[in-house]
């Protein structure tokens, strides 16, 4: 099978590309460490140009997997060609080398792309100056690909013949060759047309296709019109440099060990051209070069599945046809052992006295005591004498106690040539009719095991043939299902879904930990930590933004402590959460963070230990048609936690309420406030009167409630008034029933303004150009006309006083109210960006998880690459949907396309068809995997569909999301051992 482009593919890529100058590069991506895309447009038009290195070049119009976080070499061509138009694309010399200019003038950047032996992409600037190698590598003493240095443009575009100069170059080299060598393989090196453009001129010319020097070919009479097949391929090599060729997918038949499924076409190559030695095999025609490239290279790997699938087959059949075959020959020995005993039998009973004679020659000389090799030596003696009998015996095996005799048939007649004499071993302990009989026993003995012998394999071969059938089977299920597979984006991390329905991620190394939070954490998450080092960091995917439900912060709480290094120790630890804008990447001044490393800005909210016991479990994806069914589920789950929430929410408003009454009983003033909470603080928030916001430092009620930051009060206040409890309670009433903490705040702020006067306050509020003062002014004048008028009126004394006072409390209440509605409270709560950063893999025993206490979140705590924000906006929506086509309760009505293992809290299976519960131990995952695999498949109401599906798990897929050693727990385990 081809897997890498040719000199002539190179010329036709090349040709194929011109189109494509002009447009602009919208941006870059790295599939992998070898694979780049470009994209480019241009007004409406777009095209993605994909090369890999040492391998192929060709524009795509398949959606292939970009990796989540760009290499260097993908930042470092981002930073240089992005935006930049497509000047020139150019094939340097006759090498398979291609030369892509971006920009021009001083702007001018090159990227060349070199497409032989390993290959490499190197980015240069104008002058050829190299500013990034994907492979930095030495040819020679000299010649070095690294940055800083010159590529070499001029030696390689030196040559720009493909062919030979003329007919003497062209003898002179096959002069040098051998008789006997291959004529195409002997050209290949000395031109640039390839192997399938040679191939294809000696076809044409006349000559076989594996001509060789001496056979098909003449040194004396072939030359000239070799010369000529040679020119023809220049002009062709010319031909598909000026125009745009089209495609040809060469296919391949591969006969299937199963005659129902007929022949299987893959691919075998692809060409720009229709070569006269493809002519006749299966094809795919496509309209351009690039249509096919594209084309071979996204099918291959299905492919190369497809023939695996037809190699078990072929397997499976040949493992069968060899015991039948195996049963076979042992009937047929059986049978050959049956008559050869016959014949030997008959052959004593008809020399019988010959037989006895020498018998009893054998015994009287053993009878003597002569040694072996005498008596050896007295039947040689007695044979060359011309004694009958001793010219019968034809050796002595006298350590088994027999002799061999050569033995006929004397009533046979002389011509007869299937009357052979043949060599008999007689027991010389019995008797010749006793050597007879026990010859037609072992017959018997023979015969009969036979007719056992076809029995068991009658019974052997069906069972393997019913093994067979069920083996391939399997092999096209399995070949099915993975092709389904579709590997969702999260796996590649520690990852589970929580009883509420919600995703949990969780890096396995340092630098996945840095991915996670940089590429994953985004607005609404949470982020949690085991409170031990050497953890990993978990985050909890909440789209929504809405509070976490208990039930979700104690599982995620808990898979951050079992993905530590407390699973191994087998000790029971605490976790801690915060919010997505308190995670940071930003170090203090003079000093960093390591890969894996976060700065965790304000406070942390700690989850109470939980014991370490986790599920695995088996989740099935969903057909699109089914998904609607089970999503339900997940809502029926997240009904039931919003009920208990709001019945917590009612308690502790009961709580705020009898803590409100007994504050109230205490005597305290209501200055008017600027209330300032520390910025790191996260807060509720609790509607006024006017309905406008008051935040206070309550951190979720889920939870035990961490302490409350420091509040900053600023006021001007005269001292209060004796009806200061009057006051309140009236205020109190209007405002409806406070929460908890507000009472101690304004507790403090009495405190600390108790001893301001009213001119004091005034001034102070004239200094902050407060609006309150001139509010204050109108109202002491209308309060002014109103007690003028009370004194005007002839009342008593007493009354006058009664009346005026009244009149000041409420005056004092309605300022007091406004004060209230105004209140202050500064808390820096800055919009982040989402997060984006370089996928690289380590370890991370070394995460340090710092906390700094009272600081400001950062502006930007991540800075996120949105490069294409549309891509990343769909990839958002998407990673929430992923839950919800997984399902753990498949009924017989779904349609289930593949199985996904799970390791998740226990809680969070309760509702699972197949699961075990895992606590630390000292059994290996993968081994613990397989019994829980085992003893799923064992499931009486496990239908075959499931199966299957739990039988196409990989063993790698399985346990990869266990913490470590482990030990499994389920009824039917020990059941399944015995």
């Not at 309150?772 to 309060?783: F, R």
Request: charged share 30%.
């Amino acid at each position: 099978m081809k897997n890498k482009f040719a000199s002539t593919d190179v010329v036709a890529a090349v040709s194929g590309l011109k189109r494509c100058i002009g447009m602009r590069v919208n941006n870059i991506y790295d599939i992998d460490n070898k694979t780049y895309l470009i994209k480019l447009n241009r007004q409406e038009e777009k095209s993605t140009l994909l090369f890999e290195s040492g391998i192929r070049l060709h524009l795509t119009k398949f959606d292939w997997p970009k990796n989540p976080a760009p290499s260097s070499f993908t930042m470092k061509l981002r930073k240089h060609l992005k935006n930049k138009r497509l000047e020139n694309v150019n094939q340097v010399g006759v090498d398979r080398v291609v030369d892509l200019q971006f920009g021009t003038g001083e702007a001018a950047y090159h990227v060349i792309v070199e497409l032989y032996d390993r290959g490499n992409v190197i980015l240069t600037d104008l002058n050829y100056i190299n500013l990034s190698v994907l492979r930095p590598r030495k040819e020679g003493d000299d010649l070095r690909f690294a940055v800083r240095e010159i590529y070499p443009i001029d030696r390689i575009s030196s040559k720009t013949s493909a062919g030979l100069g003329s007919i003497e170059e062209l003898k002179r080299i096959l002069d040098q060759l051998k008789d006997g060598e291959n004529l195409k393989r002997a050209l290949n090196p000395h031109v640039e047309y390839g192997s399938a453009l040679i191939e294809h001129v000696l076809v044409e010319a006349g000559f076989p296709a594996n001509a060789c020097i001496g056979k098909g070919y003449s040194k004396s009479d072939d030359a000239d019109r070799l010369f000529v097949a040679l020119k023809n391929a220049e002009n062709l090599l010319q031909q598909l440099r000026h125009e745009d060729s089209k495609g040809f997918i060469i296919q391949r038949e591969e006969k299937r060990a199963t005659a129902e499924n007929g022949p299987l076409l893959t691919f075998e190559s692809f060409e720009p051209y229709l070569w006269c030695h493809v002519k006749n095999s299966p094809r795919l025609d496509r309209d351009s070069f690039h249509d096919a490239v594209d084309e071979f290279f996204s099918k291959v790997e299905s492919q190369k599945l497809d023939l695996k699938v037809i190699q078990q087959e072929k397997g499976a059949l040949k493992k069968l046809d060899n015991i039948k075959k195996d049963h076979e020959n042992r009937i047929r020995t059986l049978q050959a052992q049956a008559e050869d005993d016959k014949v030997k039998a008959s052959l004593i009973e008809m020399n019988v006295d010959v037989v006895e004679r020498a018998i009893l020659a054998i015994r009287s000389e053993l009878a003597l005591q002569k040694s072996w090799k005498d008596i050896s030596d007295i039947v040689k003696l007695s044979a060359a004498q011309g004694d009958t009998v001793a010219k019968l015996i034809k050796g002595l095996k006298l350590e088994t106690n027999q002799i061999t005799m050569l033995l006929s048939n004397p009533y046979a007649d002389a011509d007869d040539d299937d009357e052979k004499p043949l060599k008999v071993d007689i027991d010389i302990g019995i008797s010749a009719p006793a050597n007879a009989r026990k010859y037609y026993d072992m017959k018997r003995t023979a015969t009969k095991k036979e007719k056992k012998t076809v029995e068991a394999s009658v019974k052997a071969f069906k069972s393997a043939e019913k093994k067979t059938k069920q083996m391939l089977r399997e092999v096209a299920t399995t070949s099915t299902i993975q092709k389904a597979r579709h590997v969702f984006w999260f796996e590649k991390f520690f990852w589970c879904i929580t009883s509420d329905g919600y995703l949990i991620v969780g890096g396995r190394d340092q630098q996945q930990n840095e991915l996670v939070v940089k590429r994953h954490l985004k607005q609404g998450d949470i982020y949690f930590h085991a409170d031990v080092h050497g953890a990993s960091s978990i985050v909890v995917k909440n789209p929504s933004g809405q509070p976490l439900p208990p039930r979700t912060i104690q599982e995620a709480a808990l898979m951050s402590v079992c993905y530590s290094i407390a699973w191994e120790a087998k000790f029971i630890a605490s976790s801690w959460w915060v919010y997505w804008h308190q995670v940071s990447k930003t170090a203090p001044a003079g000093e960093y963070l390591t890969t894996g490393s976060f700065m965790i800005r304000g406070k942390k909210n700690f989850v109470p230990p939980s014991p370490l016991v986790i599920g695995f479990g088996i989740m099935f994806r969903l057909e699109d048609s089914c998904i609607e069914r089970h999503r339900q589920d997940w809502k029926i789950q997240k009904e039931e936690q919003t009920d208990s929430k709001n019945t917590q929410v009612e308690a502790d408003e009961e709580v705020a309420l009898s803590e409100s009454e007994d504050e109230e009983k205490e005597k305290s003033t209501f200055p008017d406030t600027v209330v300032r909470l520390n910025e790191s603080e996260v807060v509720h928030q609790i509607k006024g009167e006017d309905n406008n916001d008051v935040q206070v430092t309550i951190i979720g009620q889920l939870l035990n409630e961490p302490k409350k930051s420091a509040v900053e009060i600023k006021t001007a206040s005269q001292k209060p008034p004796q009806s200061s409890k009057k006051l309140e309670e009236g205020n109190l009433n209007k405002q409806g029933p406070s929460k908890r903490g507000q009472h101690g705040k304004i507790k403090k702020m009495k405190e600390k303004y108790r001893d301001q006067d009213e001119d004091e306050r005034a001034l102070r509020m004239q200094l902050l150009q407060s609006s309150g003062a001139q509010k204050e002014k109108k109202k002491k004048d209308a309060k002014k006309k109103k007690q003028e008028q009370i004194q005007s009126k002839s009342q008593p004394f007493s009354k006058q006083v009664t009346v005026g006072l009244a009149e000041i409390k409420e005056d004092i209440e309605t300022q007091r109210e406004e004060l209230l509605q105004k209140t202050e409270v500064n808390i820096s709560n800055e919009k982040m960006e989402n997060r984006e950063m370089k996928d690289t893999l380590e370890m991370p025993d070394q995460v340090v998880v710092s906390e700094e206490k009272g600081s400001k979140p950062e502006k930007s705590v991540v800075k996120p690459d949105t490069d294409d924000e549309e891509e990343g906006e769909e990839k958002a929506k998407s990673e929430s949907d992923d839950v919800f086509k997984l399902t753990g309760q498949p009924s017989e009505e779904d349609e289930l396309l593949f199985a996904v293992p799970i390791v998740t809290a226990y809680s969070a299976l309760s509702n699972f068809k197949y699961k075990v519960k895992v606590i630390p131990g000292t059994s290996k995952r993968g081994k613990a995997a397989k019994a829980a695999l085992q003893m799923f498949t064992m499931d009486k109401t496990a239908s075959q569909r499931e199966k299957d599906l739990l039988k196409s798990l990989k063993d790698q897929d399985v346990a990869r999301n266990l913490p470590g050693k482990v030990k499994i727990l389920a009824q039917n385990l020990n059941r399944m051992k015995k």
